[in-house]
Nanobody, 123 residues
Framework: QVQLVESGGGLVQAGGSLRLSCAAS????????LGWFRQAPGKEREFVAA????????YGADSAKGRFTISRDNAKNTVYLEMNILKPEDTGVYYC????????????????WGQGTQVTVSS
């Protein structure tokens, strides 16, 4: 079992920045790839970014490239999502998730999920 708890969401103006954190706990959590997804009201949950167990490989959705950075600190069992130049369309609930697969991008490939943290970007 892996438990995930997100934090760092909030209200920010367009062009601003936020850093989300996801604290992971459980057996061998450092061996899992971790990902961030987001879900806007009335829309499907979509992939944002993923990082492999060592932190040496990352992959991001087109919407995130150039603005968002995913990283992890295995000593702290924490994964981060640094979000810059935020846009109103980035608004949604952001979820952290864990998978045994390498840099998975599909929701169904993730086995464990956090409860989410709300990000609201005002125009």
């Amino acid at each position: 079992q892996v438990q995930l708890v997100e934090s760092g969401g909030g209200l920010v103006q367009a062009g601003g920045s936020l850093r989300l954190s996801c604290a992971a706990s459980g057996r061998t959590v450092s061996r899992y790839s971790l990902g961030w997804f987001r879900q806007a009201p009335g829309k499907e949950r979509e992939f944002v970014a993923a990082i492999n167990w060592s932190g040496g490989s990352t992959y991001g959705a087109d919407s995130a490239k150039g603005r968002f950075t995913i990283s992890r600190d295995n000593a702290k069992n924490t994964v981060y999502l640094e979000m810059n130049i935020l846009k109103p369309e980035d608004t949604g609930v952001y979820y952290c998730a864990a998978t045994s697969l390498f840099l998975a991008t599909m929701r169904g490939q993730y086995n464990y999920w956090g409860q989410g943290t709300q990000v609201t970007v005002s125009s």
